[in-house]
């Protein structure tokens, strides 16, 4: 004799199996069930959910919607609906089910979850942004909702709240691949690529350290300008300085900077300020004008990051007047070199039989280049000047933010002059020199060069006049 069950007992028997993966036999329980209730409302929702996790989202669909208009104010039938409506690429379905199930309960955070997804998907990352904050609210642990707030806020270009949300979700779930992988790509997207050689350039990091030694007096304010990752700030406090306000433009950067930072226990005497130095304000930002400043913002011609009018603005605003500085100064270099490598770079005209000069345009005359070249190598670029200084900046008073220098330099090399090399050595410190000259191995700073506008014939031994002026660009003219 069979022993007779109760419908419960039957539905609690079905889910167990769903539960456990086998939907096969659930689904012959819940058929058992409506043989003889067909409108058992229960077996028509587990026998979508079973239909749906076996991939039959059709017949899904149809156990649900005889679900639904049994039991219209059911958000969980109408939740698996949506899901098997969008697994079946019905999209207005779904989005019609979930913003149902939505209404009946916003407390879901799966509800939540798959309405943000379809709103997202239709377009609106503002609307999905306030649903997927609502459903990580309700489900913390839910590391997709993290990762779909995070690319909403990256769709809405804000990557530094994206990077916060992931940074978050990094902590909770340290070994998701996919949380590493997606913080990574953004973050490395956000931030310039040269941050990495930079900070793997020893010889770089131990002049800074040298000169900070020697520089920083026990007790001092230091503002450190374009912390990055607040390397030089550490070193700062490491020599003693009382405290350092270590501002850093990229805002991005300076929450990796406050993170470690903290990591290494220095939140306590270590400001992080997510600020462009002109934005400083003395008794907001910091308590008082700074004894050191510390800055590394030079870029391969020295001062093309800004440093110019940065010092500027710091001698002015956020120093004390007997402020040290480190570095004390830099000097540009230059020569003439006759680089036909450099040339391609610089007119495209006909390339594979069509006329691509347009491009050119994104080749501007008077911008040095990047281009990395092993100056070693004759058959790329001859220097054909002896070296020449372009500028002596002087850091510890404000500079001039525009100058025009005239030099008179020996040619050492016939040859047709088209370009200048340019380097620099930086004064750290009294002793401390740092220089971007035959550095090509081991440094990331590469020599700058810079194509000119008008190509020169010059002839080994003669002398050539060449003035160089600077109001936000390079401007170098050459005189035989
Ligand atoms: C070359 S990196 C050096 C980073 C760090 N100081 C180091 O030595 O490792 C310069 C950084 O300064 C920032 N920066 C440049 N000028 C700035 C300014 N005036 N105010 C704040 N940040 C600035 C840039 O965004 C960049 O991250």
Redesign the pocket.
């Known amino acids: 004799m069979t022993a007779v069950i109760d419908v419960d007992t039957q539905i609690a028997q079905g889910v167990s199996l769903i539960e456990a993966g086998r939907t096969v036999e659930a689904l012959e329980v819940f058929q058992d069930i409506l043989k003889s209730d067909t409108g058992n409302v229960q077996a028509l929702g587990w026998s979508g959910v079973g239909a749906f996790l076996q991939g039959d989202n059709e017949r899904a669909i149809s156990f649900l919607q005889n679900a639904h208009a049994l039991a219209p104010e059911d958000f969980q039938i109408l939740a698996n609906l949506g899901k098997a409506c969008m697994a079946a690429g019905q999209v207005a379905a779904a989005h019609s089910s979930f913003q149902k199930a939505y209404e009946i309960s916003s407390n879901d955070a799966e509800v939540c979850y798959y309405l943000g997804y379809i709103t997202e998907h239709a377009g609106d990352a503002v609307g999905a942004e306030t649903l997927y904050r609502q459903a990580l609210k309700i489900n913390p642990a839910d590391r997709q909702i993290h990762l779909q707030l995070s690319n909403v806020l990256h769709l809405q270009g804000r990557q530094r709240e994206a990077l916060r949300v992931l940074r978050i979700a990094e902590a909770r779930f340290p070994d998701d691949r996919d949380i590493t992988f997606v913080r990574g790509q953004l973050a490395s997207n956000s931030v310039p690529g040269w ?1 990495l050689p ?2 793997a350039d020893q010889a770089r990091n131990d002049a ?1 350290e040298r000169a900070i030694i020697a520089k920083v007096q026990p007790g001092d304010i230091v503002l ?6 607040g ?2 700030a550490m070193m700062a406090i490491r020599a003693g300085a009382a405290h350092v306000y270590a ?4 805002e991005i ?1 300076a929450d990796l900077a406050r993170e470690i930072v903290e990591r290494n226990g220095f939140q306590n005497q270590i400001t992080i300020l997510p ?4 934005s400083l304000v003395i008794g907001e930002d910091m308590p008082r004008r700074a004894d050191l400043l510390v ?4 870029d391969r011609a020295v001062i093309g ?2 440093v110019l009018p ?1 010092m500027n603005h710091a001698w002015q605003n956020l120093l004390d007047k007997k402020a040290r500085v480190i570095p004390e100064g830099a000097t540009l270099f230059g020569a003439l070199t006759q680089a036909p490598h450099l040339q391609r770079f610089h007119h495209i005209e006909t390339i594979n039989g069509f006329d691509l000069s347009p491009m050119t345009v994104l080749a501007h005359p008077l911008t040095y280049r990047d281009a990395q070249i092993d100056f070693s190598k004759s058959d790329q670029c001859h220097i054909l000047s002896e070296p020449f200084a372009v500028r002596a900046f002087d850091f510890q008073v404000a500079p001039d933010l525009a100058f025009r220098t005239e030099n008179s330099v020996r040619i050492s090399e016939s040859g047709e002059a088209d370009s200048i090399l340019m380097w620099f050595d930086l004064q750290l410190a009294p002793g401390v020199v740092f220089s971007t000259h035959n550095t090509l191995e081991h440094q990331h700073w590469r020599q700058a060069t810079q194509i000119l506008l008008d190509r020169v014939d010059c002839q080994s031994g003669q002398s050539v006049d060449i003035s160089s002026a600077y109001n936000g660009y390079f401007d170098f003219s050459i005189g035989v």
């Open positions: 941050h930079m900070l800074y450190d300008i374009g912390t990055g990752s390397l030089l501002c850093e433009a990229d950067l600020k462009h130095s002109t800055t590394e913002i030079f990051e800004g940065t």
